[in-house]
């Protein structure tokens, strides 16, 4: 008898690369987020919609003490990623015209961020290539296809590509946990990405390590 794989049903998530409020101290954004997050949870169908969220703000002052954190190359322009795991695809359109969420999390938005969250958000679909719980420190990876390159071909290496070449970079031979998404509704102005990476670390000694040695080795489409 022939079998056939199951497919494993592709996991939605939110991605959002926020920059704080200019007026808010670059040491207070992440307990003004922490407060502005705290409100999702008066929000009933925020609740039911959202299965899971990592809030990673951006190291600061590493080693070198500078604004990357020690990581040659990282942007210094953004402040925080938000990693928002969805029930299902449709909640990515619902929630924001949601009620609730217009007259509970909207109007502290601007006290928190440069602009409202719609404005900087990614919808995305999941692929988890090394899994580990995620925790530690993560760097992310926003990228941009090749531009002789379809959308659909780009998606095809990213999410469906063999795991074991992304795999096989050294840049991720000390990664506890690797994430490809790939971007599946149009981008907001100024955010055109097609795919993210998440690769993840024990620590941001671990993150700098792996990067320090081959700037050029980090996986690219």
Known sequence: AMTSAVATPTRWKMIYLAKRNPTLAAEDFAQAWREHAALGKQCTNVRDKVLGVQQCTRVRNGNSGAEDGGLAGASTEYDGVNLLQLRDLDVANDIWDDPETLATMRP????????????????????????????????????????????????AAWVDGPKEAW???????????????????????????????????????????????????????
């Not at 919808?123 to 530690?136: F, I």
């Not at 031979?173 to 100024?190: D, F, I, L």
């Open 108 to 155: 502290d938005e601007p006290r928190v961020f440069s602009t409202h969250v719609r404005d900087f958000t990614l919808v995305c679909g999941e692929q988890v290539l090394l899994d580990a719980p995620p925790t530690g420190v993560v760097v992310f990876g926003f990228l941009r296809r090749n531009a002789s390159i379809s959308k659909s071909a780009f998606d």
């Open 167 to 221: 795999l096989s970079s050294p840049t991720l031979k000390t990664a506890r946990r690797v994430v490809h998404n790939h971007v599946v509704q149009t981008p907001p102005e100024g955010y055109e990405f097609d795919g993210i990476a998440e690769w993840w670390f024990d620590n941001a000694d671990a993150a700098r390590a792996a990067f320090a040695d081959s700037r050029s080795a980090a996986p690219a489409a």
